[in-house]
């Protein structure tokens, strides 16, 4: 784990950072990006049930089966006060795979996502101990507290959508990704990832800063 990582970790226990391409990127997949990302896209349909927003990682949310699992932990959280280990390693892991998905839709890496290696893309959360480290009933009411949180994204996605138009022009007569621009929409993933933590998958019961920053 890189030093970005371990603050964003130590700051808030979702951490969430994309390695700058500090090279040229290829200009070739980046402006036929939307086209190269179907494959990989629809394989992330298939195991999150075809429902998520692919910039801000593509995270769905599902009752069981397919997507993430929010309902079975929350029930286990308010009745046995346990979080299954293997469903917290699902959720992490296909919200790692979902990222890395939205980040090379953002086009902030020209690598084609892999399925299970972690590449540029770095999203760690602790395993939570439901008994001392959660409220057992908080889980009813954080989709609900978290809803001022859904409102600043809404906006701050509008402003990532023209920010990787403004990258994708960048890029093609550059070959560089403008970092200020990357720092942006890194940091709106960064929130994203903090609220669906806290909201979603219920690692913790921290409310997410208002924050793009580590």
């Known amino acids: 784990m890189n030093e970005i990582d371990q603050h964003a970790i130590e700051s808030y ?17 980046t402006a036929l990006r939307i086209f190269t990302v179907i494959p990989i896209a629809i394989v ?3 195991i999150s049930g075809g429902y998520g927003d692919s910039a801000g990682g593509g995270q769905a949310f599902a009752m069981g089966g397919a997507g993430l699992l929010f309902l079975p932990p929350l029930l286990m959280i308010v009745f046995r006060q346990k979080y299954p280990r293997w469903w917290y390693e699902w ?5 790692r795979f979902s990222n890395r998905v939205g ?16 590449q540029s893309v770095h999203l760690d959360f602790g395993y939570p101990d439901a008994k001392e ?3 057992r ?15 600043v994204l809404f906006f701050l996605y509008i402003g990532v959508i023209f920010a990787v138009i403004g990258a994708w022009f960048a890029i093609l007569f550059t070959g560089r990704y403008p970092r200020g621009i990357f720092d942006f929409v890194e ?18 019961d921290r409310y997410p800063p208002f924050s793009l920053q580590p």
């Open 91 to 95: 959720n992490l892991q296909l919200l």
């Open 44 to 46: 992330l349909a298939t």
């Open 13 to 29: 226990p979702v951490g969430f950072s994309v390695d700058y391409p500090d090279r040229a990127l290829d200009r070739l997949t």
């Open 187 to 204: 940091g709106v993933i960064r929130w994203h990832n903090r609220v669906v933590g806290y909201a979603a998958v219920l690692v913790t």
């Open 133 to 135: 480290g959660l409220n």
């Open 137 to 151: 009933w908080l889980p009813l009411v954080k989709w609900f507290l978290a809803i001022p949180h859904y409102v």
């Open 103 to 118: 980040v090379y839709l953002a086009l902030m890496d020209d690598r084609y996502p892999s399925t299970d290696e972690q």
